[in-house]
C-alpha cells in the first residue's frame, strides 16, 4: 500500500475509535427507565411524586450526553444546565446549554458555574442529580475560592501547561483553589441524591483527575499543591493570591476539600460510560477487518510527546525488518496522553508533534504511516485534531522550503503539515477520550 492508501487506512480506523466513544450512545448503555423506575446500571432510583431530577455537568461531550439523557427521562426530567467548550452545543429541549472557554476558563463558564450553584440550593433528599462530566471539565467548570480572582486561575492554568506538569498534577492545584472540584460539588447538592455519568479524558480513569473530581472525594492535600509547584519550580511566576492561599491552605488556615470518610459521598453513584480503551479496542477491530494486524499496545501512554514518538517509530522499524512483534501488514495502537514541554512559539499540538517526531525518526522508511490524533476534534489551540506523517515526510517538507528539525524544535508542526496537505482535520467531535497513535506497516 502506498502512503494515500494507508492514509485512507488510518482515517477509517480513527473514526472506528471514535464511533464507539459516542456519548450520546454511552450513556444510553448506561442509563434506562422503565415506569416510575430509574436505572443506572444495576442501581434503581424510584421516581415517586414530587421527585424533581436536575441535570448539570461541564465538558466537551455534555451536550450529546444531556441529548441522551432527555430521550430517557422524558417528562421526569425537571430541567438542566450544562457548560460545553465554544462550538460545542446543541439544542436541547429542558437543558440550557452554555458555551465556555477551554483550556483556559472564561467569564462565561464562571457565569455558568455561579447559575448551577444556585439550582443546588434547597435540594431535598428525595431530589435527583445527574452530573455529566468529560474531557474539558476541569475548565468549563471555573468558581475560585474566595480571594482568588478568575485571572489568578487563568494565569496558574497557563503556566502549569506550558511547565509540562501532567493532568494529574494540573487538577490537584485546580481542586484547591476551586468551590466545586474536588468533590465540592456532591456537598453543595447534599442530601441530593447524586449520580455521575462520565467519559473519561485520563489515563487509568482515576475519578478523582476527570474534570478534577468535582463529584468524588479528593486524595490530594495543599501540601500536595505546593510540591508540584515546588518540582517544576514555578512559584515566582505564579500570581501572589494563589501562593498565598494554598501556604495558609497547607498551615490549616482553609478547611480541605473533601476526603472519602465524608457522608455526603453515601449518596452519591459514580459511572464510567466510556474510555480510550473503548475506542482502541474499536480502531482494533476495525483495523483486523481491513486485513491488517492489530496489536493495542497501551491506553495508558504518558511522558513527553517527542521520546514516546522515538518508541513508537522504533517499533515501526522493527516490523518493517523483522516482523515482529506483529508482522506486516500491522497496526500498532496506543492512547493515553502525552506532554509537549514548549520551547518555541509556534503553532502545533501533542498529536502534530508526535507525527513530525516520528517522520524524522522514520525518515527513509518505506511503507510506513503515522496518524495521531485527539478524540474531542483539536489539538491544543487549532483546528485540527493531528496530523499523518511517513517516511518521506521530511524530504516533502524540506523540497518544500521548510526544515522539519526546526518546526519541532519550535513547536511549530501546524504549519509543516498544512503546507504537505496532512493535518487531520475532523471537526468537533463533542467526545474526548484522550488521544488515538497508529502506527500502519504496509506488507
Request: charged share 25%; proline share 6%.
Amino acid at each position: 500500500m502506498n502512503y494515500p492508501e494507508l492514509k485512507k487506512a488510518a482515517r477509517a480506523i480513527f473514526d472506528a475509535g471514535l464511533s464507539a466513544v459516542d456519548p450520546e450512545v454511552s450513556v444510553r448503555r448506561s442509563v434506562r427507565r422503565k415506569g416510575r423506575d430509574l436505572w443506572v446500571r444495576s442501581q434503581r432510583y424510584s421516581l415517586r411524586r414530587g421527585t424533581r431530577i436536575y441535570v448539570i455537568g461541564g465538558g466537551k461531550a455534555c451536550a450529546p450526553m444531556a441529548k441522551a439523557l432527555e430521550k430517557v427521562l422524558g417528562d421526569a426530567l425537571t430541567e438542566g444546565l450544562i457548560i460545553v467548550k465554544y462550538g460545542h452545543a446543541l439544542n436541547l429541549e429542558k437543558t440550557r446549554v452554555i458555551e465556555a472557554g477551554h483550556p483556559v476558563p472564561d467569564e462565561a463558564g464562571l457565569e455558568g458555574v455561579i447559575e448551577i450553584f444556585e439550582r443546588l440550593i434547597g435540594m431535598t433528599s428525595q431530589d435527583i442529580v445527574i452530573c455529566l462530566l468529560s474531557g474539558g471539565g476541569s475548565s468549563l467548570l471555573p468558581l475560585p475560592v474566595q480571594g482568588i480572582s478568575l485571572q489568578d486561575k487563568q494565569m496558574t492554568t497557563q503556566r502549569l501547561l506550558s511547565c509540562g506538569a501532567t493532568i494529574q498534577e494540573i487538577n490537584a492545584i485546580r481542586k484547591h483553589l476551586s468551590r466545586v472540584k474536588g468533590g465540592q460539588l456532591v456537598r453543595r447538592a447534599y442530601p441530593a441524591r447524586f449520580i455521575s455519568l462520565v467519559l473519561s479524558d485520563v489515563v487509568g480513569d482515576p475519578p478523582d483527575v476527570i474534570a478534577s473530581g468535582p463529584t468524588v472525594a479528593d486524595p490530594t492535600t495543599f501540601e500536595t499543591c505546593l510540591k508540584i509547584i515546588e518540582k517544576y519550580q514555578i512559584e515566582s511566576t505564579l500570581p501572589f493570591p494563589v501562593m498565598d492561599y494554598l501556604k495558609t491552605g497547607s498551615r490549616g488556615g482553609y478547611p480541605e476539600t473533601p476526603k472519602p470518610d465524608d457522608p455526603v459521598f453515601k449518596r452519591a453513584q459514580y459511572v464510567m460510560v466510556g474510555n480510550n480503551r473503548s475506542a482502541l479496542e474499536a480502531a482494533k477491530n476495525k483495523a483486523r477487518r481491513l486485513g491488517f494486524h492489530p496489536l493495542i499496545l497501551s491506553s495508558r501512554m504518558e511522558g513527553e510527546t517527542k521520546e514516546v514518538a522515538k518508541v513508537h517509530a522504533a517499533i515501526a522499524r522493527e516490523m518493517v525488518e523483522s516482523h515482529q512483534p506483529v508482522r506486516p501488514p500491522s497496526c500498532i495502537i496506543s492512547g493515553g496522553e502525552t506532554t509537549v514541554t514548549i520551547r518555541g512559539n509556534g503553532k502545533g499540538g501533542r498529536n502534530q508533534e508526535f507525527a513530525l517526531a516520528s517522520a524524522l525518526e522514520l525518515e527513509g522508511v518505506k511503507g510506513v504511516a503515522v496518524l495521531s490524533g485527539g478524540t474531542d476534534g483539536t489539538d491544543a489551540l487549532t483546528d485540527a485534531a493531528g496530523a499523518y506523517s511517513d517516511g518521506s515526510t521530511a524530504e516533502r517538507a524540506r523540497r518544500s522550503g521548510l526544515s522539519p528539525e526546526r518546526h519541532l524544535s519550535e513547536n511549530n508542526a501546524y504549519p509543516l503539515f498544512e503546507t504537505l496537505g496532512d493535518l487531520l482535520i475532523t471537526g468537533p467531535t463533542r467526545t474526548n477520550v484522550m488521544d488515538i497513535r497508529l502506527i500502519l506497516v504496509s506488507a
